[in-house]
């Protein structure tokens, strides 16, 4: 099978080709899950969270005409179902503090240990700071790209980076004492 550009697949995905909206799901599936993942802390929040942003972007891929990167949109729109998703969190629970990933049995015991330290440390972030952090560390948007999906400007990105790298960095001494 030949390689097919992005753009020739959303052009033919926008006119209904199944195919081709199949291969972008499948382009982007994973990121979006381990985004959705490591922002909710629970696979199946974030299997629901996926597939409600897949469902959006299929339900209005007719309004997408490249002003910006397909990874881009595709993001800004996983993030307002996170946020939905956390709206509806705060008034009915509280998040769950351990992520089942961190549990990954094929990983060694010190990564596995390590995981642990980095998802709790990122789990104790406030939602706006935690997206941040995993848009820019995990995703590798930059600043201004960070901005446009979060409709903020980069220097409000910046901050909320800092300022989360501030309160991650105790939690995270603790992996370097520890090893």
Known sequence: MFFQSQDKLIKKAQKGDQAAWLKLIKQ?????YNH???LTGNSHDALDLMQEAFMSVYRSLHNFH???QFKTWLFSVTQARCMDFFRKQRQSSPLEEVSEAAHTPSCPIQLQSDNQHIHAALQALPFEQRQIVELKFFQHFTFEEIAEQLAISPNTVKSRLYSALGKMKAPLEVIRVES
Request: charged fraction near 20%; include cysteine; charge should be neutral.
């Open 66 to 68: 490249g002003q910006s």
């Open 28 to 32: 982007h599936e994973q990121q979006v």
């Open 36 to 38: 959705c993942l490591r």
